[in-house]
């Protein structure tokens, strides 16, 4: 497997990182050197050591922002399900199904609050569509 040194650009971080994985080169402290090309090289130096170090499998896997796409998607597909089901007698069952990936959902948003606003939007709609349906599948 051939990984690769690349430019990272989030909303939290700006520097070096791996392709493969979530690993970042974090130096501490300011880059050491008597002139700025010196502290150019010391910094390279040091990221490409850590770079080479560091073990892909070890880091947590943060880059995945294609997971989060599908956990998005997951609670969506349920949602839709849920208000879909033609079988009423199904459709509690869904409901629940829904409202436990909603809640789920949710919980990880608030724990990265960041440009999720619009989802959240979307899960207090879609969790009060349920309470709807669950109210009618009561009846
Ligand atoms: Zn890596």
């Not at 050591?49 to 880091?59: I, M, P, S």
């Not at 989060?68 to 609670?75: A, I, L, P």
Request: aromatic fraction near 6%; hydrophobic fraction near 35%.
């Amino acid at each position: 497997m051939t990984r690769k040194l690349v430019w990272v650009e989030q909303q939290r971080f700006r520097g070096w990182g791996c392709a493969e994985c979530a690993w970042v080169f974090n130096p501490s402290g300011a880059p050491t050197g008597k002139s700025l090309d010196e502290a150019k090289r010391n910094f390279e130096l040091q990221r490409d050591k850590e770079f080479t170090l560091h073990v892909c499998a070890d880091q947590p896997r943060a880059k995945n922002e294609g997971t989060k796409h599908e956990v998005k998607q997951d609670w969506e597909k349920l949602y839709r399900a849920a208000i879909i089901e033609p079988d009423r007698s199904k459709v509690l069952q869904r409901v629940e199904v829904a409202e436990g990936a909603i809640l789920e959902r949710s919980r990880s948003l608030s724990s990265s609050p960041a440009n999720s606003g619009k989802e959240q939007e979307a899960i207090t709609r879609a969790l009060h569509i349920l309470s709807l349906l669950r109210a009618k599948a009561g009846d």
